[in-house]
């Protein structure tokens, strides 16, 4: 499994995990997916839902540490996973 994968499937875990109600969006309607929609996240984290997206690809490279800070906020990441995300944006960026 290469890096990009790894961040994909990291990022989907924790976004799955959440249920819109955790924090404070409406649930309402058919969701295809059990946890919180991109979109959300994106506006959680007070970034593009195409920056969202990116990094959801795989993509961290010059992603800065704020912007991690916040998705971490977003998808209610504990400290050790907040790391995590950290080291492989690191590992993105030589």
């Known amino acids: 499994m290469d890096q990009h994968t790894d961040v994909g499937k990291f990022l989907r875990s924790r976004r799955d995990r959440i249920a819109p109600e955790q924090v404070g969006l409406i649930g309402g309607g058919r ?13 959680l984290a007070h970034i593009s839902v195409e920056y969202y997206a ?27 996973e907040t790391d995590h995300l950290h080291d492989l944006a690191r590992a993105a960026d030589p």
């Open 31 to 43: 969701r295809r997916v059990p946890g919180l929609r991109r979109e959300e996240v994106a506006i």
């Open 54 to 80: 990116k990094m959801e690809r795989g993509d961290l490279r010059g992603v800065a540490p704020v912007i991690l800070d916040q998705v971490a906020m977003a998808l209610q990441l504990d400290d050790a």
